[in-house]
T-cell receptor, first 109, second 115 residues
């Protein structure tokens, strides 16, 4: 089952903060986050593991709540380079990922 | 290192035609996969392979065929193209991780239009 991401789109000014949520209807052991810039391939950001610590990448951090079956991505003091579509992915058979529908983030000057 | 190389980057087909999207990786990854990306739908898994000679279906396999004769190559065949197969296709390779799911390295994508 595909995880659900919210919001679907966010528009920010440079320096503002944003939160992107990812929820699953099934038990999660890990959540993966990817970012895709316009016209490019998705690129891996981080993995959140069950029982693991909060991860960080640049000024982007994330949390993982196993009980609530959800993960949140926090973008602090947004930069223009943060613009793109963010996807969460959850494990499925074959060590593959099932991705959410994506959250489009636009950071304006 | 080239990483994951996909060809062609763009393709236009007529309904009923067949074609093959090529994917090659030079990272010696055991896993390879094909995803399609449609607006609002995210990335959906078509087929994947856990090693040479082994393939399996993903979430949306109908109308597609794959084979994996070598570690490096994982072509995706459209048997009889339909307008519903208009999409951007991404090939990815990965190695076995500890988290129960692999970290994917994606190719640049192939944009397919079926008229």
């Amino acid at each position: 089952q595909q995880p659900v991401q919210s919001p679907q789109a966010v528009i920010l000014r440079e320096g503002e903060d944003a939160v992107i949520n990812c929820s699953s209807s099934k038990a999660l052991y890990s959540v993966h986050w990817y970012r895709q810039k316009h016209g490019e391939a998705p690129v891996f950001l981080m993995i959140l593991l069950k029982g693991g610590e909060q991860k960080g990448h640049e000024k982007i951090s994330a949390s993982f709540n196993e009980k609530k079956q959800q993960s949140s991505l926090y973008l602090t003091a947004s930069q223009l380079s943060y613009s793109g579509t963010y996807f969460c992915g959850t494990p499925r058979a074959g060590n593959m990922l099932t991705f959410g529908g994506g959250t489009r983030l636009m950071v304006k000057p | 290192n080239a990483g994951v190389t996909q060809t062609p980057k763009f393709q236009v087909l007529k309904t009923g035609q067949s074609m093959t999207l090529q994917c090659a990786q030079d990272m010696n990854h055991e896993y390879m996969s094909w995803y399609r990306q449609d607006p609002g739908m995210g990335l959906r898994l078509i087929h994947y392979s856990v090693g040479a000679g082994i393939t399996d279906q993903g979430e949306v396999p109908n109308g597609y065929n794959v084979s994996r004769s070598t570690t490096e190559d994982f072509p995706l065949r459209l048997l009889s193209a339909a307008p519903s197969q208009t999409s951007v296709y991404f090939c990815a390779s990965s190695y076995s991780g500890l988290s129960g799911a692999n970290v994917l390295t994606f190719g640049a994508g192939s944009r397919l239009t079926v008229l």
